[in-house]
Nanobody, 118 residues
Framework: QVQLVESGGGLVQPGGSLRLSCAAS????????MGWYRQAPGKQRELVAL????????ADSVKGRFTISKDNGRNTITVFLQMNSLKPEDTAVYYC???????????WGQGTQVTVSS
């Protein structure tokens, strides 16, 4: 099994920055891709960014502002989402996830609130 623990959300003013972290533990050898979804009140869940060993992908709404990266440790994998030039429309609960190579969902993080407001 894979366990995901998120951190780094909070309140920030428009134009500010936040960095989210997602630490994976357990059967990390089975992880092929990790990434972030977000869900704002009354809206559908949206894929924000994902990373595999060889590539990254971003939603059009965050391209040029968000950067996903990964740190492979001995027993953990940590994925970071650096969010710059934040806008009020980025306000949402952000969920980390991990998939195996068959695109099966291994785990979800607990979710972290990001609020962009003046």
């Amino acid at each position: 099994q894979v366990q995901l623990v998120e951190s780094g959300g909070g309140l920030v003013q428009p134009g500010g920055s936040l960095r989210l972290s997602c630490a994976a533990s357990g059967s990390i050898f089975s992880i092929y891709a990790m990434g972030w979804y977000r869900q704002a009140p009354g809206k559908q869940r949206e894929l924000v960014a994902l990373i595999t060993n060889g590539s990254t992908r971003y939603a059009d709404s965050v391209k040029g502002r968000f950067t996903i990266s990964k740190d492979n440790g001995r027993n953990t994998i940590t994925v970071f989402l650096q969010m710059n030039s934040l806008k009020p429309e980025d306000t949402a609960v952000y969920y980390c996830y991990a998939d195996n190579s068959n695109r099966l969902r291994l785990a979800w993080g607990q979710g972290t609130q990001v609020t962009v407001s003046s």
